[in-house]
């Protein structure tokens, strides 16, 4: 991630918080599974951890606002709450080494 401009390094590290502070809220003690990757494309991060809970927890401020600011960078996120209680969150940053840091 060496080759990240800064702005998209600060977008991963909100990801990563926004997902263990869900974690820690929704799922207190519950092991976290986190991986980011990057390839020529961009960077994915992966956070996935079991709920407490099968049922859908009201939306506070955190997911949409980690939305409008994955939005900035052109990126995405996605949300997935299975049956069996897993909880994946999903972000992908395009970026390309081919574009200038700026």
């Keep these: ?14 990801v990563i918080q926004e997902g263990v502070t869900n974690a820690a809220r929704h ?6 599974q986190l991986s980011v990757r990057q390839n020529h494309a961009g960077v994915r ?14 939306i506070g401020r955190g997911i949409p606002s980690l939305k409008r600011r994955l939005a900035q960078v052109d990126g995405s996120l996605t949300i997935q709450q299975h ?8 972000a992908f940053l395009p970026y390309s080494t081919t574009k200038e840091d700026g």
């Design 45 to 58: 991060v992966v956070m996935t951890n079991r709920t407490l809970s099968t049922s859908p927890e009201r």
């Design 83 to 90: 049956e069996d209680a897993k909880f994946k969150l999903a």
């Design 27 to 32: 799922a207190p003690g519950e092991p976290l």
């Design 1 to 14: 991630m060496d080759a990240l401009p800064f702005k998209l390094k600060y977008v991963v590290l909100r």
